[in-house]
């Protein structure tokens, strides 16, 4: 079953200092998804954990997108966005098909995961280095704000975890589920 698309007025959040859990940290985690995308020129959010003050950012934050060029991407500060970490797939998938989504943070480097296939890390460059807000929401389908929401999208089976998958463990997942996301499945 997968959810979407979304609206400024029809996505998931979860209030600040519900979950803790989601406060990560100097630790490693991992968010999974399947994503199937149609093709757009929009900016869209699928995630975000941030504080929002009125029109500015504050505190630690993560951000996953699609970009305009049908990228996803992944941006992560600990600063409100005053500097900030990036990273972004190698090819468009904004092509209404299914892609499993990985990014993990593994040992002082993001690395971002495509159809069970990791791209080379990002290590944190900037001053990324604890990823707990306990004034952040968490919202999917659209960023604080309501705003860019994802309303060219459906997502399925997303998971946020402290447990991070090896390279080899996320390519097995990728063949483990694959076949739930075929035609006719």
Same mark, same amino acid.
């Given at each position: /079953?997968?959810?979407?698309?979304?609206? /400024?007025?029809?996505?998931?959040?979860?209030?600040?200092?519900?979950? %803790? !859990?989601?406060?990560?940290?100097? !630790?490693?985690?991992?968010? *999974?998804?399947?994503?199937?995308?149609?093709?757009?020129?929009?900016?869209?959010?699928?995630?975000?954990?941030?504080?929002?003050?009125?029109?500015?950012?504050?505190?630690?934050?993560?951000? #996953?997108?699609?970009? &305009?060029?049908?990228?996803?991407?992944?941006?992560?500060? !600990?600063?409100?966005?005053?500097?900030?970490?990036? *990273?972004? @797939? %190698?090819?468009?998938?904004?092509?209404?098909?299914?892609? #499993?989504? /990985?990014?993990?943070?593994?040992?002082?480097? *993001?690395? #971002?995961?495509?159809?069970?296939?990791?791209?080379?890390?990002?290590?944190?460059?900037?001053?990324?280095? @604890?990823?707990?807000?306990?004034?952040?929401?968490?919202?999917?389908?659209?960023?604080?704000?309501?705003?860019?929401?994802?309303?060219?999208?459906?997502?399925? #089976?997303?998971?946020?975890?402290? &447990?991070?998958? /090896?390279?080899?463990?996320?390519?097995?997942?990728?063949?483990?589920?694959?076949?739930?996301?075929?035609?006719?499945?």
């Amino acid at each position: /079953t997968a959810i979407g698309p979304f609206t /400024t007025s029809k996505y998931l959040s979860q209030a600040a200092g519900v979950n %803790t !859990d989601f406060d990560f940290g100097t !630790d490693d985690w991992s968010y *999974m998804f399947w994503l199937k995308e149609a093709p757009n020129s929009g900016y869209e959010v699928i995630a975000s954990r941030a504080y929002l003050d009125g029109a500015s950012f504050s505190g630690s934050l993560f951000y #996953l997108a699609i970009n &305009t060029a049908g990228q996803f991407i992944a941006q992560i500060s !600990d600063d409100g966005w005053v500097t900030y970490d990036a *990273m972004t @797939s %190698t090819n468009a998938i904004d092509d209404s098909a299914w892609h #499993l989504i /990985t990014l993990t943070r593994r040992g002082g480097s *993001m690395y #971002l995961g495509v159809d069970g296939v990791e791209q080379t890390g990002v290590a944190f460059a900037n001053a990324v280095a @604890s990823l707990s807000n306990t004034s952040a929401t968490l919202q999917i389908g659209c960023r604080q704000g309501a705003v860019q929401p994802l309303t060219n999208a459906s997502l399925s #089976l997303l998971r946020i975890s402290k &447990t991070v998958p /090896t390279p080899q463990q996320i390519k097995e997942i990728y063949e483990a589920e694959k076949p739930l996301f075929q035609a006719g499945a």
